[in-house]
Structure formats: C-alpha cells, structure tokens
C-alpha cells in the first residue's frame, strides 16, 4: 500500500458542511418504544440491573411506555421480565411472548395446535402479544428437513389464536436486502458483513429475499382478523413503495421503524411522504439499548429539517457510510408515531 492508499478501516471524513444543529432533548408528546430487547444479549443489560434504573432513563427521555420483546418462549425469561419489570411499573412495560420452533419434532402435525396454546398460557401469564423471530421462512425446518415459509398453513392456529385475543403480532422476516446480496466491492453493508459474517444470507442456500416478503405479504393478506406489525419498516425499508402496497391492501398490517433510521433518512423526501400518508399504522421504535442521547437522535431525525447529520452515536456508521437528513413531521403525525398508535395496539393507557 503506498502513500496515498489507507484502509476502508481509517477513514474518518470530516463534513464541511455548514447546516443547522438541533438538539432536541425532549419530544414534542410522550413516547412509545414500541421494539426493544432488554437481555444482555441485545446489549442492553437492563435485565440484570434494577427497574428503577431504567425508569430513570425512559423518564429523562420522555419515554412513557416500553415493550421488551426479547422474553421468547423460555418462560423462565418471560416471567422474570414480568416478574422484574411490568410488576414494577405494569402501566410503563409490555413484553410479547414467542413461539419454540425447536418442539415441532416432538409435537408433529399438532405443533401449530401446541404452540397457540401455549401463546394462551403465555398470555395469561401476562404476556401482550407474540414476537416472531428472523429463523421463521429463512432456517427453521420441519421434521422431514424441508424449510419452513413463513405462510406455512400449519401454523395457521397460531394467527389466528393471537388474533381471537385482540393482541398483536410483531414479525421481523428479513434483514436489509444487503444481507442477502454477494459480499463484493458493490455491496453497501460491506463493513457491515464483516463484521458479522453470520448476518450474510445468500441464496442459495437460503431463501431469496422477494421469496420470503411475498411470503409475509400471503400471510398478512390470509388472516385479517389478526394485526401483524412488521419489524424495521416492514422487513424492507428501502423499498417503501412495496411495504406501502401492502399496507393499503391490508388494513390489519402495521410497521415499526426500529433500527431504520438511517434507510429512512437518506430518502427523506419518500420517507416524509410515507409517514404522512400511513401516519396511523407506523409505531415508534428503536431496537436499540435504552439511552438517553439514542432517543434524542431519533427525535432530531423525526422533528427536524436538519440536514446532513450521523444517524448513529458510533465514530464509524455501522449500517452503512451517508449520512441522514430529518423529515420534520407534523405535530398531529408524530403524536400518532410517538404515541397514539402503540397505545392503542398494546393497551397502554
């Protein structure tokens, strides 16, 4: 490597740009997370410190209502989330139970009948909804070895118990479409993926990515008595014209933008556009440990014009290398962003 050649690794550009700097420290109305993980595991590490530890937080962040999705189907995890958290402040905390793949061997053809009843026992343990993890439609295999699409019809009493209990299930089927490309030169999550080498899903041997969001758009479209809630922007956050497609054909399909800011913020023409036109189906949420400068940033993004700006805390953008820009909503949006859409889906007051 000569003198004029670094690596990818050093650079660190400096914008020159003179634009504004907002800082917002508080939102305009209360706020809901609607997806986030309190395990160590996420990199939070809430679970092991004291409620009031991360109530002082969510306080100084005008967050007023949290839902942790991490309790899965263990529930020695779940109940010690309810037992922890939601007794502590049950009117600030909501946790989605889940659904053990791993049984289906052992219950057959009845694992669909097996795993909805046990989302009710779930459920009347305290749970608020069911949380369905990425492994569904791109690992999770059926007895027989064959991969199971996320509109499997044998899960089908699993939909519609949630749905006969009026709770809502958040589904995250698919990473950014990135994942799923040739790690290359042209790859915009490069760095990204590799770093984490177990993020890459390339087809084969997995599923193709239009294979497996046609597959969550079957399932969403067969049972509309029961509200899905699409993780990160409907699992396809740079295609906003597709996840509007499926929201104006199915009227019980919400998204999240957890952990999209940054694909949200470098169209923010189209983003703008998007929260305006689906204001009451879109849910605040970060997807990120609890921090008080995390939401500030997120608040920078949703109520600002400000251009030009890093959409995460990190020296190095781990989700890719722009920046973002604000898309300044209005105030009767962001009420129903921030707030009025997860209290009305997950029963906060």
């Not at 009845?110 to 989302?119: D, H, K, L, P, V």
């Not at 069911?130 to 044998?154: F, T």
Request: glycine share 8%; net charge negative; charged share 25%.
């Amino acid at each position: 490597m000569n003198e004029n050649e670094i690596y990818l690794s050093q650079y660190r550009p400096k914008p020159q740009l003179c634009t504004p700097i907002t800082v917002v420290e508080e939102p305009r109305f209360p706020v809901i997370d609607a997806h986030t993980h309190l395990g160590p595991e996420f990199g939070g590490g809430w679970s092991e410190r004291p409620p009031s530890e991360l109530l002082d937080v969510l306080d100084q962040a005008g967050v007023v209502g949290l839902v942790g999705l991490d309790g899965g189907w263990g529930e020695d995890i779940l109940h010690r989330r309810l037992d922890t958290f939601k007794a502590a402040a049950p009117e600030r905390f909501r946790f989605f139970g889940g659904v053990d793949f791993s049984m289906w061997s052992a219950r057959g053809n009845r694992f669909g009948e097996w795993a909805a009843n046990r989302f009710r026992q779930q459920v009347a343990r305290g749970a608020d909804g069911l949380k369905i993890w990425k492994p569904l439609g791109l690992s999770i295999k059926d007895p027989a070895g064959e991969l199971i699409p996320v509109d499997d019809e044998r899960l089908d009493p699993i939909w519609r118990t949630v749905g006969e209990l009026g709770l809502p299930v958040i589904i995250h089927v698919a990473d950014p479409v990135a994942f799923f490309d040739t790690i290359n030169p042209t790859n915009e999550r490069w760095e990204e993926l590799a770093a984490h080498p177990d993020w890459h899903f390339p087809s084969p041997p997995y599923p193709a990515f239009m294979t497996i969001m046609e597959q969550l758009a079957n399932l969403v479209a067969r049972h509309p008595n029961t509200t899905f809630i699409a993780a990160h922007v409907g699992c396809y956050a740079e295609n906003l014209q597709w996840v509007g497609d499926l929201l104006d054909r199915c009227p019980n399909f919400y998204v999240d933008i957890a952990a999209r800011i940054a694909e949200l913020g470098r169209q923010p023409y189209t983003a703008r556009r998007f929260f305006l036109r689906y204001a009451d189906r879109i849910l605040f949420g970060s997807d990120l440990p609890a921090n008080v400068d995390m939401y500030q940033l997120h608040y920078r993004f949703l109520e600002t014009d400000d251009e030009y700006f890093d959409y995460s805390l990190h020296e190095i953008p781990p989700q890719g290398r722009w920046q973002v820009y604000g898309v300044f909503l209005p105030d009767d949006v962001l009420k129903k962003v921030y707030y009025e859409n997860a209290a009305r889906l997950m029963g906060f007051a």
